[in-house]
């Protein structure tokens, strides 16, 4: 008996045993409502109608502006974006981009998160999930839509931006070598970003535009589970040094006591923190 259990004991330290016991969690998503869950609507309702994740409860989400450019112009089709309860992924809602025969060039709009922490000289995953509509589809034989995933940096301050923006860009829903977005399934659009060293936080935009382009562009596309996570040994090698960090400008009556002039920063439209 006492044979059985000392087995029982070593084989609890077998290399298998032991990854499991020692396997990380996962990266936490640095995006609340990724979802878009909130707020909880009934069928396909339009941002200006109450469809708008940016319009939640600021407790559960971060995202801080929902919204297409221009108003239509007549004649050229009609650019929709919204939340539906029609498909989702996981939850019970998604988000959708909707073109009804848009022919207008430089039709933009764009989903924008607030600020979200980061550690500076470490890389950050940016996806969402992404599915066409199967009766209303994006095809190749017209003219594509494009979406940009945007990605700002900014000091720990929050005053100034830190670094160049990064972009990445596809077009939906593919190209001829390969349809990326589908309707008979989700699929992850994945890329990697890395956080400048002087970087305290990050904001996330996707956008979607027509572009310049002339032709006709027609179907529904539907959005869900974004997430914005780190990268686990994706950090610098280089040790980042603190005085590569922007420190904060002093105020008015600090400023009025140095002997050295102060030049106050230059905010990039203010962002929120979350």
């Not at 034989?141 to 931006?161: A, I, K, S, Y």
């Not at 935009?205 to 040994?233: H, M, N, Q």
Request: proline residues 8%.
């Amino acid at each position: 008996m006492l044979s059985r259990a000392l087995v029982a004991f070593a084989l609890s330290f077998t290399p298998l045993a032991l990854g499991q016991a020692l396997q990380a969690p996962p990266p936490e998503n640095l995006l609340k409502n990724p979802s878009f869950e909130e707020p909880g609507i009934q069928g396909k309702v339009p941002a200006a109608q109450g469809g708008n994740p940016a319009k939640a409860d600021e407790a559960k989400t971060n995202w801080s502006d929902f919204q297409v450019h221009k108003l239509d112009k007549a004649g050229e089709g009609k650019l929709t974006l919204g939340l539906t309860s029609e498909f989702a992924r996981t939850g019970k809602q998604s988000m959708f981009v909707e073109l009804d025969k848009v022919s207008g060039v430089n039709r933009r709009s764009h989903l924008m998160s607030d600020i979200v922490p980061v550690k500076p000289a470490n890389t950050y995953r940016v996806s969402i999930w992404g599915r066409t509509d199967k009766k209303h589809p994006l095809t190749l034989d017209q003219r594509l839509l494009m979406m940009r995933v945007e990605c700002e940096f900014f000091t720990p301050d929050t005053e100034n931006q830190s670094g160049e923006t990064e972009n990445r860009t596809i077009m939906v829903p593919g190209n001829s070598k390969r349809i990326f977005f589908v309707s008979n399934q989700w699929t992850e659009y994945i890329t990697a970003v890395r956080a400048p060293r002087s970087a305290g936080w990050m904001k996330v935009t996707f956008r979607w535009d027509t572009g310049r382009e002339k032709g006709v562009t027609d179907g529904t596309i539907y959005f869900d589970d974004a997430s914005v996570s780190l990268i686990p040994g994706g950090e610098s090698l280089i040790p980042v040094d603190e005085s590569d960090v922007a420190k904060p400008e002093p105020d008015e009556s600090e400023a009025e006591t140095t002997d050295t002039p102060v030049t106050p920063g230059t905010p990039s439209a203010p962002p929120k923190k979350q």
